[in-house]
Nanobody
């Protein structure tokens, strides 16, 4: 059974940084799917932030390009989202996501609040 547990959210001032982490269990490696991060801001629909495929192809939403970096650690089965130069519009609940053999899995979400 695949499970995702995400963490690392919090409050940060504009221009600050945070790193989100997601621990994945129930798989042997990331070679079996695509990992990613999504977010849902207040009053908004859930949107893609970044994805990384099993052959290391990376995709970012235009709004985070140059500021966010997605990475994986295949040894510890963790997915990271390094977020730099955070803006108030980045405020959202961030969800770790995995698509493994056409099945979607989600973390429980971690709140990121960017404000002064």
């Amino acid at each position: 059974q695949v499970q995702l547990v995400d963490s690392g959210g919090g409050w940060v001032q504009p221009g600050g940084s945070l790193r989100l982490s997601c621990v994945v269990s129930g798989i042997s490696s990331f070679s079996s799917g695509t990992m990613g991060w999504y977010r849902q801001g207040p009053g908004k629909e859930r949107e893609l932030v970044a994805t990384i495929t099993d052959n290391w192809k990376i995709n970012y939403a235009d709004s985070v390009k140059g500021r966010f970096t997605i990475s994986t650690d295949n040894t510890s089965l963790k997915v990271y989202l390094q977020m730099m130069t955070l803006k108030p519009n980045d405020t959202a609940v961030y969800y770790c996501h995995a698509n493994i053999r056409t099945t979607d899995y989600w973390g429980q979400g971690t709140q990121v609040t960017v404000s002064s």
